[in-house]
């Protein structure tokens, strides 16, 4: 099967859900991060110090989580889609205060529902 790389539309769609996944997680908007994941038992977001696995815990760790200084800055964000309901989004960032640099990586699925997060990975690295 041969998978159109890019689709323009795909692209855009993905990219204003990357936006507001970005605006909510800087703002602390726990409904609309909620929202953003797949609601299900194998959704997973690797972080910088915990593994979750499942719905249920990643949205324990949001509602657990400090909601102060989450502002970052983003740099060299890559969104690459895959047909018209796969995509990856991936981005680094930088905190102030902070030395290391931050790297993410989303999963995206387009669901009934709309563009959902299916897997997550955060890390940091030296500068």
Not at 99 to 117: A, M
Request: proline share 3%; charged share 25%; glycine share 6%.
């Amino acid at each position: 099967m041969e998978y159109e790389i890019n689709l323009p539309e795909v692209v855009a769609e993905v990219t204003a859900a990357f936006l507001r996944y970005e605006a909510a997680l800087t703002s602390n908007d726990v409904a609309v991060l909620d929202e953003l994941f797949w609601n299900h038992p194998s959704t997973l977001r690797y972080g910088v110090g915990e593994n979750l696995v499942g719905y249920e815990a990643i949205r324990a760790f949001r509602l657990a989580r400090p909601s102060k200084g989450l502002e970052r800055d983003l740099m060299r964000t890559v969104i690459t889609t895959f047909g018209r309901d796969f995509a990856t989004a991936n981005t680094e960032f930088t905190r102030k205060g902070e030395v290391r640099i931050g790297r993410q990586s989303h999963t995206w699925l387009r669901l009934p529902q709309g563009w959902r997060i299916v897997a997550a990975h955060v890390s940091l690295m030296a500068a």
